[in-house]
């Protein structure tokens, strides 16, 4: 099995797993809620400026 095939299978496993879905449940609550995704959003925002100052 060649390198590009690993990496498929090791997305596919990413994909399938317990915490991804979960995460991908939460992600989907969090954009159906405009006020929760405007503070995710700012917050993000405001995380990567700082991240950029230092």
Known sequence: MNLYDKAHEL???LRE??????WKRSRAGI????ES?????EFRGRQ????SRR
């Not at 954009?31 to 405009?34: L, R, V």
């Not at 990567?48 to 991240?51: A, D």
């Open 17 to 22: 797993s317990p915490e991804f879905q979960e």
């Open 37 to 41: 995704k405007r503070m995710l959003d």
């Open 48 to 51: 990567s400026r700082r991240c």
């Open 31 to 34: 954009d159906a809620e405009t």
């Open 11 to 13: 997305s596919r496993a």
